[in-house]
Every structure is written in structure tokens, then in C-alpha cells.
């Protein structure tokens, strides 16, 4: 167990890359080494970090290179969860100057401590019964402030449509008006009539919210009430809150992760995290089943790389961690169904907000079109073919056209 490690990448810039690994190795881990008597030596050593590799990517001014550098932690520097884990590799770090934790690398002897996603991919399928086809998800187009009525009225229009997730605004955190477990409890009621009416399950994905010290009673009084997902604001609380609530048993529900204040971690391309690792790799371990992150398609559009790669960290196969659905956001209407498909394939959520409130003929409308799109795109047929058989997708070409 001791000698096992973690890969840790940065991406940064220095005169000596190799020099810049090596200070980063110790001051991470011992603080000081060449200083220290053999003694000291000898008694720290297990825990020094190492220099693990540098990459030079180009020469800047000044004779300064910008590359990537990788540092080996011993595992027993950390407890085994994420704050221990993010402090130790990157807390004070991330204060020098120009540098991006990009990546890291775990050995299954540090992965073991986390249960990840309790459902995963797998375990929501079964759920809705959904296996050969994207899932598809719809978005209330508002929460805060309507009266709890005009929110029953939205949540059967979308379900009547054929989704197979409806989820609360991020925001929704002022709930008077519609309180949390009654909402679930109307909700659940209302989404079995409607699978009465099309034969298809869906799932609401309420936005679980309060202090932190409520927030795991709060899940299990929701699991109780028959919820049948929770939405969760992953960075506003912490990934250690997730990997809490993921691993009690008590909340036997999927949790769909929302990517709120990612903004500010991951667009420079001198600071923070990359995306891949901050919404992909450390979503998933925490335990997350559903994780959202910006489409490449939309206005806050992420680099279709770095979507991709993000996408892969969720769902390549892991011997210790289920598969965790990803969810491209942002920007989805109808058309982009055939482009989302290319490059996300069948295990996603098509998401959709003003895509589906957005039709000419409402909500319900709306879903049917993406039905017919998703239906259509695993087929093998044209949108155009689909549309000859689907007024609602007809429509829906009509108003947003086909992929860009």
C-alpha cells in the first residue's frame, strides 16, 4: 500500500522544467530535502513526492518553456477522500504563478476507498428500461418563484412528451412556494400518470439544497418521499459532501451532478483545473450518476476536446467505479441530435431546456421531437426521414435547423 502512488500532471512554465518537477515534488510533500541530515532523510523519505516527467510544449520569452511536468505522491500522504487529496497536490500550488492542475492518475489501491456512482449508466438504465438509445432530459424554464401549480402543469407537459429525466433549476433554492418533498411526492404522482398514459418511467431530479450539516438528512427524507433523483450543486458544497451522500446507503437515489462555479476554475488556460479532471475524472469518483458540463455547441460552448476527453473519463470502463452518464448542456435543440450522437454516442443525456419550452406547439411537443430525433439518429435514418412521420419534429427543423 505504501509504495503505491498518484500521478500528478500540471501544466506550467519555467526556465527548467525538470527543476520546476523536483520543487514541486518536495515542497508538496517534505517541504525541504537536500538541507535535511541523512537521518531525516531516511525517516521522510517515504513520503517525498518525485519528479515523474516533463514534456516542453514551446519556448516562450525570455528562455522560459511552457510544458507540462509529472510529480509522483505516495498514496499515504493522503486520507482517502477528495479535500485531502486536492490540498495535498494543488492547494497552496495553485497559488504559484502560472500553473493548471491538468490530470492525475490513481492506483486502484486509492480508488478502493470510494464507491463512486451507486447506479451509474447501468443502474439508470435499468431504471427507465432504456437501453439501446441516448436518454433524453428536460429542464423546468423556470423554477423560482412560480406557484407550485404552474410547476405541476410544466412537469406533466414535459413528461407527457416522452423525456425520461425532468430536472429543477440549479437556483431553485427558495422553495417556498414549492417545497421540496412536496414537490417530489406531486411530482412522482404526476410522472406515474403520465407513464400510465405513454408507457414510458420518468424520473424528476429535484435540486437538493440547505446548509451543509442538514444536507444528508435532507437526501434521506427525500429517498423516503419516493424521490427519484437528486439534482446537487457539486462545487458550491464540495466533492466531499457528494462522496458522503453517494456512499450512505440511505440515499438509494441517483445523483445528477450540476457544474455551477466550474467557470471559475476551468476556462484559463494558465490556471486552475482542466475540465476533464475538475467535472469528468473527480465527479466519478466521488459519485456521481449524471454529470452536466457545457455543450460544445452553445454560447458557453467548451472545446469539443476537452468535452470529449471529460466525456471518456465518465464512461470508459474502471474496475472499481460504475460508468457515469455524461450530459452535454447548453445550446441543444432537435438538429443537433445527429452531430451530439457522432460525438458523445449512445451513452449520454440529450439535455434540453429551451430546445423543448421553445417549440411552437409547447412542452410536450417539444420532447416528442427529440424523441423522434434520438429514435431516428440510433436507427441509422436522416431527421429529414424522421420528419415525415413526426409533425413535431417537422416543426422543430423548421424552427432551429439541422446540426451547424
Given at each position: 500500500m505504501s509504495e503505491q502512488r498518484i500521478l500528478v500532471t500540471y501544466l506550467t512554465q519555467a526556465k527548467d522544467l525538470q527543476k520546476k518537477a523536483e520543487a514541486i515534488a518536495v515542497g508538496m510533500t517534505v517541504g525541504s530535502w537536500t538541507d535535511l541530515p541523512a537521518a531525516k532523510q531516511a525517516e521522510l523519505r517515504p513520503y517525498l513526492g518525485e519528479a515523474a516527467g516533463v514534456q516542453p510544449l514551446e519556448t516562450l520569452e525570455n528562455g522560459v518553456t511552457r510544458g507540462t511536468v509529472t510529480v509522483s505522491y505516495p498514496i499515504r500522504n493522503f486520507t482517502a477522500d477528495i479535500p485531502s487529496l486536492l490540498t495535498g497536490i494543488f492547494g497552496k500550488l495553485s497559488m504559484d504563478g502560472k500553473i493548471k492542475l491538468v490530470d492525475i492518475q490513481f492506483p486502484e489501491a486509492f480508488l478502493a476507498a470510494f464507491p463512486g456512482p451507486k447506479f451509474g449508466i447501468d443502474g439508470l438504465r435499468d431504471r427507465l428500461g432504456a437501453y439501446r438509445r441516448p436518454l433524453l432530459m428536460s429542464i423546468f424554464k423556470s423554477c423560482l418563484g412560480l406557484p407550485f401549480e404552474d410547476l405541476k402543469t410544466q412537469f406533466r407537459a414535459q413528461a407527457l412528451g416522452g423525456v425520461d429525466l425532468v430536472k429543477d433549476d440549479e437556483i431553485f433554492f427558495a422553495d417556498d412556494r414549492a417545497?421540496?418533498?412536496?414537490?417530489?411526492?406531486?411530482?412522482?404522482?404526476?410522472?406515474?400518470?403520465?407513464?400510465?398514459?405513454?408507457?414510458?418511467?420518468?424520473?424528476?431530479?429535484?435540486?437538493?439544497?440547505?446548509?451543509?450539516?442538514?444536507?444528508?438528512?435532507?437526501?434521506?427524507?427525500?429517498?423516503?418521499?419516493?424521490?427519484?433523483?437528486?439534482?446537487?450543486?457539486?462545487?458550491?458544497?464540495?466533492?466531499?459532501?457528494?462522496?458522503?451522500?453517494?456512499?450512505?446507503?440511505?440515499?438509494?437515489?441517483?445523483?445528477?451532478?450540476?457544474?455551477?462555479?466550474?467557470?471559475?476554475?476551468?476556462?484559463?488556460?494558465?490556471?486552475?483545473?482542466?475540465?476533464?479532471?475538475?467535472?469528468?475524472?473527480?465527479?466519478?469518483?466521488?459519485?456521481?450518476?449524471?454529470?452536466?458540463?457545457?455543450?460544445?455547441?452553445?454560447?458557453?460552448?467548451?472545446?469539443?476536446?476537452?468535452?470529449?476527453?471529460?466525456?471518456?473519463?465518465?464512461?470508459?470502463?474502471?474496475?472499481?467505479?460504475?460508468?457515469?452518464?455524461?450530459?452535454?448542456?447548453?445550446?441543444?435543440?432537435?438538429?443537433?441530435?445527429?452531430?451530439?450522437?457522432?460525438?458523445?454516442?449512445?451513452?449520454?443525456?440529450?439535455?434540453?431546456?429551451?430546445?423543448?419550452?421553445?417549440?411552437?406547439?409547447?412542452?410536450?411537443?417539444?420532447?416528442?421531437?427529440?424523441?423522434?430525433?434520438?429514435?431516428?439518429?440510433?436507427?441509422?435514418?436522416?431527421l429529414e426521414q424522421a420528419a415525415a412521420e413526426s409533425e413535431a419534429l417537422a416543426v422543430a427543423l423548421k424552427k432551429w435547423g439541422g446540426s451547424k
Open positions: 417545497p421540496f418533498l412536496e414537490r417530489i411526492k406531486a411530482f412522482g404522482k404526476i410522472a406515474a400518470e403520465a407513464e400510465q398514459e405513454t408507457g414510458k418511467p420518468v424520473l424528476y431530479a429535484a435540486n437538493l439544497t440547505g446548509p451543509t450539516h442538514e444536507l444528508l438528512d435532507r437526501a434521506k427524507r427525500a429517498a423516503e418521499a419516493g424521490a427519484h433523483c437528486l439534482l446537487f450543486n457539486v462545487l458550491a458544497y464540495g466533492f466531499d459532501v457528494l462522496h458522503r451522500l453517494a456512499a450512505d446507503p440511505d440515499v438509494h437515489v441517483p445523483i445528477m451532478a450540476h457544474p455551477a462555479l466550474a467557470g471559475a476554475l476551468y476556462p484559463s488556460p494558465d490556471y486552475g483545473i482542466a475540465t476533464p479532471l475538475l467535472l469528468g475524472k473527480l465527479m466519478r469518483i466521488a459519485g456521481a450518476d449524471l454529470v452536466l458540463f457545457p455543450s460544445p455547441y452553445g454560447n458557453v460552448a467548451l472545446d469539443k476536446g476537452e468535452a470529449l476527453q471529460l466525456a471518456a473519463h465518465l464512461t470508459e470502463p474502471q474496475e472499481s467505479l460504475r460508468r457515469s452518464f455524461p450530459v452535454p448542456s447548453a445550446g441543444i435543440h432537435p438538429g443537433l441530435v445527429p452531430q451530439l450522437y457522432a460525438d458523445f454516442g449512445i451513452d449520454q443525456v440529450v439535455n434540453a431546456g429551451g430546445g423543448i419550452h421553445g417549440h411552437p406547439g409547447g412542452a410536450t411537443a417539444g420532447a416528442k421531437a427529440f424523441a423522434a430525433a434520438i429514435d431516428a439518429v440510433v436507427a441509422g435514418r436522416t
